[in-house]
Each structure stands twice: as C-alpha cells, then as structure tokens.
C-alpha cells in the first residue's frame, strides 16, 4: 500500500493526513510519522498498515483518556471501563492509567473525598455516599476517609424535616413519607428515628 500523499492537518495541530492508494485516510500523530518512518510515495507491507493502524488508535484511546481525565474527576476503574469500551486491552488500561496516576490527573483517594462531600452538602446520608463510592468503583480501603465527613447527620436530617414539615398537620402518613424520603437518601433508621424525637414526634422502633 503506497502513500499517495502526507501532510499535516489544517484543523488539529499535530495531526497528519496520509492518503493511501486505495483512496483510504489516515489521519496519524507526529509519533506515528516518525516511528513508522512515514512520507508521500512509501510503500507499507500488510503488516505495517496493521500496525500503523493500531497505534493510531492506541494514541486516540491516550487523548481521549487524557482530555477525559483533565477535565472532570474521575476514578481509575471509571476510566478503565471507558478505555475497555474504547477496544484496550487490560494491560493497556493499567499502563496508560498508571502513567495518568504519576501525572497527577487521576487519584482515587482525593477523589472520594470529593464525592462523600459532595453528596453530604446535598443533604445525603452514609449509605448514599457509599453506595456512590461503589457506583464509581473506588477502592474500599478509601472509604474511611471519605465518610468521615459524614459522622454527623443530625443537622442535615432536622433541616429535611423541618422544610417537609414544619406548619402542616402531621399525621402518620405525612411520617412515613419524610421517614421513607430520608432513607431513599441513605439515612439509617436509628437517625431518622433521632430526627423524628427532636421534631418532637414519638417512634416506635
């Protein structure tokens, strides 16, 4: 397969566009020209066009993984599981989220960090927080760390009951709808129960 034509893209900086003679377009990083030795009239075996092929889209799978990671937090498994769905293999996954790790773009303890905080200024409990830790895969032995922002839901739970509450009639009903809503949002029953005492209403346990 010959190289009819190589040159660099007007549109993405450091980008190439090889036209080959089947009227095929590669569009190639400057990696790719220099590694494969690639300029207009040379001849690629099968094999080498396999090659180039595949390292193209191992660098595209490196960029976007790259982009992915700087632009929002994310875990490592997160960003295995998008690189397994983007054709990675395993060791693949592991090189390229080790050297993203070393790099400062992906770290799993500060990132569940962020996601117990976020949800607890949300007005979520224990369980949610954890159950979004596991969602997004971060290790256990993280979790301690991240839940200690969570040892206090009184504060969060009286808020919840006073704003669904406060200045109506309240009947049994009306109870077991705030009760059910604060354990949808991960609250255990021995605090909704606390709450529900410090609102001023008697439980049964």
Request: glycine fraction near 8%; charged fraction near 35%.
């Amino acid at each position: 397969m010959i190289i009819r034509d190589l040159k660099p893209s007007k549109q993405v900086p450091g980008r190439w566009l090889a036209s080959l003679e089947d009227g095929c377009l590669l569009r190639v990083g400057e990696n790719e020209v220099l590694d494969f030795d690639l300029y207009a009239g040379r001849e690629l075996s099968e094999d080498e066009v396999i090659a180039l092929t595949q390292s193209v889209e191992r660098s595209d799978r490196k960029l976007r993984a790259m982009n992915l990671a700087a632009g929002k937090p994310i875990s490592r498994r997160e960003l295995e599981r998008k690189l397994a769905a983007w054709g990675a293999d395993e060791e693949e996954q592991a090189a390229l989220c080790t050297r993203l790790e070393e790099l400062g773009y992906l770290n799993d303890a500060a990132y569940a960090i962020q996601v117990a905080r976020h949800y607890w200024d949300r007005g979520y409990g224990q369980r949610k927080i954890q159950d979004e830790l596991y969602r997004r895969g971060i290790p256990r032995e993280l979790w301690a760390k991240a839940l200690e922002l969570c040892q206090d839901p009184a504060g969060a739970i009286d808020a919840f009951l006073t704003k669904k509450l406060a200045g109506r009639a309240v009947g049994r009903k009306e109870l077991k709808q705030a009760a059910d809503a604060l354990a949808r949002r991960g609250y255990s029953w021995s605090d909704i129960s606390d709450g529900l005492r410090r609102f001023g209403v008697e439980t049964e346990d």
